[in-house]
């Protein structure tokens, strides 16, 4: 009784913020009351849980609150610094540079203020509406590869940290090694398809934001999000424990395509655990980084960009599924030989 309430209430968390428009909108609250359920049903309720909930949270919040804070009062230097750099360096190495830059320095601004930043770059290029769709979709492939190098760049690596019980530069060490040189050879391979001449309608930011409240807001959101995810992967231990762990490591690596469709945080609450090998570790957090970037669902930067560009799932599709199975491919062959 106890695995069927469990998987009923990870059948909800997967289908319903995708069916119930009040869901989607309300994600924190639905994903915190989910948690607190399953770990009530878990009986994994205890001090240290909600020590970690309460505290686990904070430093990605506070970056979140101090970078938005600085980006918001600094918008019209950011402007003139990106014009100065465009006028400058040729255009595709502006891009290739943007891509790798904000994919390496995510992990310390966060990927959300990463791609805040994006979508700024984005609405400063003024390139053809497909080839700035294109840059925008690889440039969040690369912001959620590398903001999971430290607890700070996203909520998935805040809770591997918590969960793994880590220190700060613990998943550096671990897929650092895979990470950068993926960063780089998007960033490279993104400035050589470039076509400045193209011509054409552009992308534009829709919701450019006027208010300090909204930067408030979102550092609360993000506060929120995260806390809700770190109790519902303690309350569902017992299926990660039961289920997720007797897989093989490429088992791991594979099944975690499902992130195109959730967000990658919430899966890496539920699978994540010490009970996991390093080997499976390693499986699980590649299959779920590099699956996230392929739809909009699947990973915070590309929701952000997606919803302040105006770009629609299937723009978003035509671009993330095949890049991100030649990348999943590539990736599973070179951890295969390196393991």
């Given amino acids: 009784m106890l695995d069927i309430s469990l998987w009923l209430i990870v059948l909800a968390v997967l289908v319903l913020p995708f069916s119930v428009r009040k869901i989607e909108e309300n994600l924190e609250l639905f994903l915190f009351a989910m948690g607190a359920t399953a770990a009530t049903i878990s009986s994994m309720w205890s001090g240290?849980?909600?020590?970690?909930?309460?505290?686990?949270p904070v430093g990605i919040s506070l970056v979140v609150l101090g970078v938005g804070a600085a980006f918001y009062y600094g918008q019209t230097r950011l402007d003139a610094l990106f014009a100065r750099m465009a006028a400058a360096i040729p255009l595709r190495w502006t891009v290739g540079?943007?891509?790798?830059?904000?994919?390496?320095?995510?992990?310390?601004?966060?990927?959300?203020?990463?791609?805040?930043?994006?979508?700024?770059a984005i609405h400063l290029l003024?390139?053809?509406?497909?080839?700035?769709?294109?840059i925008t979709v690889l440039a969040c492939f690369s912001i959620g590869l590398g903001a999971a190098l430290t607890p700070v760049g996203e909520p998935l690596s805040t809770i591997v940290t918590a969960k793994m019980d880590e220190s700060f530069g613990y998943l550096f060490r671990l897929i650092g090694a895979y990470i950068v040189p993926g960063v780089l050879i998007l960033g490279v391979l993104t400035g050589l398809?470039?076509?400045?001449?193209?011509?054409?309608a552009t992308l534009s930011d829709l919701r450019h934001e006027r208010r300090l409240r909204d930067v408030i807001l979102r550092a609360v959101r993000v506060f929120c999000?995260?806390?809700?995810?770190?109790?519902?992967?303690?309350?569902?231990?017992?299926?990660?424990?039961?289920?997720?762990?007797?897989?093989?490591?490429?088992?791991?690596?594979?099944?975690?395509?499902?992130?195109?469709?959730?967000?990658?945080?919430?899966l890496a609450a539920a699978e994540v655990g010490p009970v996991l090998s390093v080997r499976q570790l390693t499986g699980v957090l590649l299959g779920l980084l590099i699956s996230g970037g392929m739809l909009i669902p699947g990973n915070i930067p590309n929701i952000i960009a997606a919803n302040r560009l105006g770009i629609g799932s299937r723009e978003?599709?035509?671009?993330?599924?095949?890049?991100g199975l030649v990348l999943m491919l590539g990736y599973f062959l070179v951890w295969l030989v390196s393991a």
């Fill in 48 to 56: 240290h849980l909600i020590r970690d909930a309460l505290v686990e």
């Fill in 97 to 120: 540079l943007l891509i790798v830059i904000l994919g390496l320095v995510s992990s310390l601004i966060t990927a959300i203020i990463a791609s805040l930043v994006l979508v700024e």
């Fill in 126 to 134: 003024r390139l053809e509406r497909k080839q700035e769709v294109r």
């Fill in 193 to 200: 398809a470039l076509n400045p001449g193209a011509a054409g």
């Fill in 225 to 266: 999000f995260v806390a809700a995810l770190i109790l519902l992967g303690a309350g569902l231990t017992p299926l990660v424990d039961r289920y997720i762990v007797k897989l093989p490591a490429p088992g791991l690596f594979w099944i975690n395509m499902i992130s195109a469709i959730l967000d990658n945080a919430t």
């Fill in 316 to 323: 978003w599709a035509r671009v993330g599924v095949p890049v």
